[in-house]
């Protein structure tokens, strides 16, 4: 499946955005989605996660209760809605998606990868 990943931007602290993940090729509701970001300088670390009918949903402690992911099968997009972003939260967003249905927290899951997308936070 393809991915790519956009509606990152410039975002203040106690603001909201919202990313999109939109998918193409395979029937997207057979895959597991799943959010990471990557600072400069750091590694890739996950975010959050939603299991293919949507009923699973995983965060990173670090979001958890700010962030919400969800997804529209009808409309191949996955989204992740990011309330009270703070200025740590700036980094490179990536969508991935998965069939395995393994461990969704980890990276070496997915196998299919969008682009990126960019989000700053200003205090």
């Known amino acids: 499946v393809q991915l790519q990943a956009f509606g990152g931007g410039l975002a203040q602290t106690g603001g909201s955005l919202r990313l999109s993940c939109a998918a193409s090729g395979r029937s997207f509701s057979s895959y597991d989605v799943g959010w990471f970001r990557q600072a400069p300088g750091k590694e890739r670390e996950f975010v959050a996660a939603?299991?293919?009918?949507?009923?699973?949903?995983y965060y990173a402690d670090s979001v958890k209760g700010r962030f919400t992911i969800s997804r529209d099968n009808a409309k191949n997009t996955v989204y992740l809605q990011m309330n009270s972003p703070k200025p740590e939260d700036t980094a490179v967003y990536y969508c991935?998606?998965?069939?395995?249905?393994?461990?969704?927290?980890?990276?070496?899951?997915?196998?299919?990868w969008g682009q990126g997308t960019q989000v700053t936070v200003s205090s």
């Open positions: 991935a998606a998965t069939a395995s249905s393994s461990n969704m927290r980890n990276a070496t899951t997915y196998y299919d």
């Open positions: 939603i299991s293919r009918s949507g009923s699973s949903r």
